[in-house]
C-alpha cells in the first residue's frame, strides 16, 4: 500500500501541480475576465431582446432548423451575447458555428469579441489540460483517477495514527519531519476536497469513456438517451415532416420564466426546431446560492405551455438530474459567493504544497547509504524537474497577467502574442531552474521572482486602465478582487522567501551537507 501511494503520487505530481494551480485561478474566472477586458467592466444588461437576436441570427446564418439553437445572454465579465448553432452546407452537411452578438446593435461580431482576452480563457484551459490536442482532457481526467487513489492510499496508510500525527504537529522540528506531519495532516484536512475533485475531474475528463459502454449495449450505439439525462432538450424528438407554425415571442416566455423565478438567473435559452409546430425553448436557470438552485424550464413556443416531463424545476429535481449539476456547482464553486472561492483558493494552494512536500518526502527517504550514487543522482533529477516545473509555474501565471496589460487593447492578434508569452516565460523560467542544483535556491528565486512580478499586476492595471482596486471596489469588485488576490499573493509569497533564507542559514550553521541541499526546500 506504501508503495502504491507512493509510486502513484509521482507519477502525476507534475501534471496534478499544474491542474489545482491553474484551477485555483480558475476559480475566479469571472472576476478575471473582467479584470482582463476592460469592455466588460460594465453593468450586466438583463433586459435582453431573444426575438431580435433569433431573428438577426437567422438573416446572418442558413440555419438548420432541426438542430438546437443556444444563447447565453450577458453575464458578469462577458459583455456580449454568445450563440451556438448549426448551418446548412453544400452537399447536405452540416457546420458548427459560435458568434457573438453586441447587445446594443444586436450585429453578429464573428467567433471572438472585438478585443480578444484570454487569460481566463488560457488558465482555465490550462486546468484540464485542453492544450494538449484530443488527449489533453483524457490525460487530466486519468490523472484525477490516480489522485484517488492516491488519497485513498494514503488515508489507508496513516489511518491508525492520524490523530496521534495531527495533534504532534508542531513548525519547530526539523524541515524533513515538517514536511512528513504536514503532508500527512493537510492530506488529511483536505481529504473532503480532493476526493470531491478526484470524482468530478475522474468523471468530466473520462465521461465519454464511462458513457460509451452504456451508449452501445443498452442503446444499440444510441447516444440520445444518454445525453437526455444531463440535457433534456437533447431528448425530443424532432419530426422532419412537422408543419410550419407561428412562434409567440421568446421575450414574453422570458418574462414568464422570471416572473415565476425571480431569484434565478437565466444562465442560457436553448431552441429546438424553431419556426415548426413542434418548437420547444428551453430556459436552463440558476439562483448562485444553493446546491439544488439550477434547473430548466421547457415551454412550447406555439403556446407557450410548460412542458412537465423535460423540465427541471430547481429543488425539485430527481437522481438523474441532479447528480451532473450537483458536481459542476462544487466542482466551480458556482454556489456560495466570494466566500466559498476564496476557500477553495486556499484549499487548493494548500494541495499544492501537499504535492510538492510529498516529492521532497520522497526524495530524503531515497537520500541515504542504501542506493548507489548513479540512484541518488537520478532521484535528485527527478525531485529537480518536479520543482521547476511546478514552481516556475507561479511567475509564469504573473506574467500573463502582465502580457495581458503591457500588450495594447487594439493589437491585432493580442490573444496569440498573449499566451505565446505565457507558454514560453514557464519554459524559460523551467530551463532557467534547472541550472540551480540547490532546492533551497529553486523555491526562494521563483518565490521571489512571482512575489516581484506580483506586486506589479495591481499597479500595471491602474497604470493602464486607471481602476486602481481602492478606486473600483464599489463599481468593479472583480476588478479590484483580482488586483487585492495578487497584492497578497505578493506579501505572503515574499514571507516565504525570508522564511527560506532563515532556514538555510540555519543549516549552513550546523554544517550539514544533506540538510544544506534538502532541509530548506519547502
Known sequence: MHHTHTVTGMMISAILFVIFLAGAYSLFRTEIQEWENPAA?????????????????????????????????VRAGHPEIEVYGETHEEGGGHDHFHTHINPQNYRAQGEEPEHETVVSQTLFKLHYLDQIPTLGLYISGFVALFFLLASISGILIHWRNIVQKFYAFFVGKRWKQIWTDAHTVIGVISLPFQ????????????????????VMVMFGGDQTPVLSTIRPELGLEISEQAPRAEMISLN??????????????????????????????????????????SGS?????????????????????????????????LHFASFGGMLLKVIYFLLALLSCFMIISGVLIWQVARDKRQYSDKQKRFHHRVTKLNLTACLSLFPAIALLFIANKAVPIDYDGRGVLVKQIFFLSWVVLAAVGWKWDSYADITKKYFLTGSVLSFVIPGLNGLVTGDWFWL??????????????????????????????????????KGSISEKVAEPAI
Open 41 to 73: 467592466r460594465t453593468a450586466v444588461q438583463h433586459n435582453i431582446n431573444y426575438d431580435r437576436v433569433v431573428r438577426n441570427i437567422d438573416n446572418s446564418y442558413d440555419l438548420e432548423p432541426h438542430k438546437p439553437l443556444r444563447i447565453f445572454p
Open 252 to 293: 414574453r416566455l422570458q418574462e414568464k420564466v422570471t416572473s415565476d423565478y425571480p431569484n434565478h438567473q437565466i444562465e442560457e435559452v436553448a431552441i429546438s426546431h424553431y419556426g415548426y409546430d413542434d418548437a420547444v425553448a428551453t430556459f436552463y436557470i440558476d439562483d448562485k446560492t444553493g446546491l439544488m438552485g
Open 297 to 329: 424550464l421547457s415551454l412550447q413556443l406555439t403556446d407557450g405551455q410548460v412542458m412537465e416531463d423535460l423540465s427541471r424545476f430547481p429543488y425539485q429535481k430527481g437522481y438523474s438530474g441532479s447528480v451532473y449539476d450537483l458536481l459542476v456547482k
Open 195 to 214: 476526493v470531491m475533485y478526484a470524482l468530478s475531474g475522474a468523471l468530466f475528463g473520462l465521461s465519454l469513456l464511462l458513457l460509451l459502454p452504456s
Open 472 to 509: 473600483c471596489w464599489d463599481m468593479m469588485a472583480g476588478v479590484a478582487t483580482i488586483d487585492l488576490l495578487w497584492l497578497l499573493t505578493g506579501i505572503v509569497a515574499l514571507f516565504a522567501v525570508s522564511q527560506i533564507s532563515i532556514k538555510k542559514e540555519e543549516a549552513e550553521d
